[in-house]
């Protein structure tokens, strides 16, 4: 067993230097609070093959607007994808890291790769609205150096890193704009699973750690991706029209 760990290793230490030396360095797509209306945490791609479930924990620390003490607030939301490369995921919303309330559960999305739907299920009126969806393309790096709109971009290899059972790989990006403000961005990407098990985001507003834990390589219960049956199917899609 010892032997195949250090196999595996020696294998992936040679894709982080093949990597290394293309500047193309080994990490996720970015997730954030912003990909949707509402937290996400870490993105997930619709990965057939692949199942796993977890638990994304997400902290903010943010200076208050009025007297400048930081305010820290988490939540934890369940996210899941199945062997189909379907994809489910809670949003819910932030508490204060020192209360003992629940961050409350705001909606349930199912992304099917399959289908091409897209399933977003408010909690709050029990009603579901299906869209279209197609799997979004594996994100590029952006290149090291100075972009058109004269932001300077550096970018560092961390080397690998057990998290949470996984073997992952670490990329440290530091962004500098015109005016001299600095933001970092640190990525643990394991490319078994294909996600950023773990991100951190630093700026002048504060910072964002997103760790997804609780892992389960087990195929997800496939209830998880329907329409729950106390919900209110609202729209569908319409059924794509016979190229014959």
Known sequence: MKLCALLAGSLLL??????????????GPDGGTNYFAFVDGAKI?????????ARAATTESK?????????????????AR????????????????????????????IFDPVTHTRTACI??????????YHAPPASIPSLEGRSDD???????????????GLTTVGTRERVTTNAGV????????????????????????????IQVGDLSREEPDPALFKVPPDFILESQPRPAKSKN
Do not use: M
């Open 82 to 109: 199945d062997s189909q490369g379907r994809i489910f995921r809670e949003v819910r919303s932030f508490v204060r890291a020192d209360s003992h309330e629940l961050p409350p559960l705001l909606e349930i999305r």
């Open 45 to 53: 791609r619709p990965v057939a093959g692949n199942p796993f479930s």
């Open 123 to 132: 909690i709050a009126t029990r009603r579901c609205n299906i869209t279209g």
């Open 14 to 27: 040679s894709c982080v230097l093949a990597a290394q030396n293309s500047e193309e360095p080994l990490r």
């Open 182 to 209: 600095v933001s970092t961005q640190e990525f643990w990407y394991s490319p078994d699973l294909q996600i950023n098990v773990s991100s951190t985001r630093k700026n002048r507003e504060g910072t964002q750690v």
């Open 150 to 164: 004269g932001t300077y971009l550096e970018r560092e290899h961390l080397g690998i890193r057990a998290l949470d």
């Open 63 to 79: 200076p208050s607007l009025e007297n400048g003490t930081v305010v820290t607030a988490h939540l934890i939301a369940t996210v």
